[in-house]
């Protein structure tokens, strides 16, 4: 089966990476793309906007699933023009990815069924959110703004001054803002591939969102990643999907906007329980490139079979017990400005060690790579838990030459110090 997959970074590397291990995959085609997809798909230069110009490719290619990988895309409504079409895609309609694209639909969402989360108000003007501010809520207090941001939206403010430069920021023009109660705990991941019926857990993980070592400095949009969230455990894991998982896919049904694809749940694990924190409507970066090199199945099959309302006939997802760790490379300047054009060498000397290098900001300069985006590589192995796979992707990240680069050498940190016996700190 031909397959086209939609998006250009590290998350859709490892998706090109996996689909690439089917058995039943014809053509692999990948648009944009990147130099490591390239190894495994034939780029082609579609727009991801033009639903006119993807429907016709796929049409033509002959194309039985279209994997669609970034937001912006599945907000925009694509799923919705290749369904149109009769094309099969793994992504969810634009009704169903409003679980990310608004943060206030989800909340209300969440109130109206029930589900676990932080209180919250929806602010439409800054008299709005000062009000609320006074009356409402106590420090520290959450901001997010309504719509997608690429992780830059949300502000944690711990004193009066920070929530009002967060709304400076906000307000400055027509805006609409969430504001949120400070939840305490640990964060942890969880992904669910469900065809609107039938669910599939695959798989859980931890991120490091913030920019710094010891996770401190601005939120990114991920500096690396481990999978599985060992505190997530099982119970807690029954727990997520049948009080938060559960009701928001019934929820979705009921509303007419069947989500279909992977929901992957962001969720705080508070002594009361899981609450969720956010829905994204795809895999996350670089979760999915922790997860989906432990997952023990054909990618393709479990695809198709969500996209074409089959998940139910399948078996549960199998994933190998050990520990996958992946360090982001980025761009100095990275998450404000990050400086493109860097040389990039020694992805060969990475990979001789065992690591997958997935490709998330690079392009191809005659024979050389450089570096095009913030985030530029993301490094991925496997060991017999965190502490092995951590010190075995820094042999790798260390192999890689890129004077314009850098990284988090702490990544795993909390998962490392819990094998140790030694928990201390909070993961942020
Ligand atoms: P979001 O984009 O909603 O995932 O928020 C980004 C990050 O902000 C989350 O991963 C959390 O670290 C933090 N965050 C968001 N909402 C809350 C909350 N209500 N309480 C504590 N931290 C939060
Ligand atoms: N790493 C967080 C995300 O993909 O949204």
Redesign the pocket.
Known sequence: MNVLLLGSGGREHALAWKLARSPSLGTLYAAPGNPGIARHARLVALDAADHVAVVGFARDHGVGLVVIGPEAPLVDGLADSLRAADIPVFGPSAGAAQLEGS?GFTKDLCARAGIPT?GYLRVRTRAEADAALATTFSLPV?I?ADGL?A?K??T?AYTPTEAAAALDILFDGPGEAVI?????GE?ASLFVLTDGTATMPFGSAQDH?RVGEGDTGP?TGGMGAYSPARVLTPELQARALAEIVEPTLAAMRDAGTPFSGVLYA?L?LTPAGPKL??YNARYGDPEAQAVLPRFDGDLLVVMLATAEGRLGELPPARFIPETALTVVVAARGYPATPVTGGRIDGIERAEATGALVFHAGTSAEGEALVASGGRVLAITTLGDGAAQAQAQAYRAVDAIDFPGGFHRRDIGWREVARERGQVGGRL?
């Open positions: 943060k932080a959450v997010k941001a992780g939206g949300v944690i949120e109660e400070f939840l305490d964060e969102k939120n962001g705080m924190i956010e942020s």
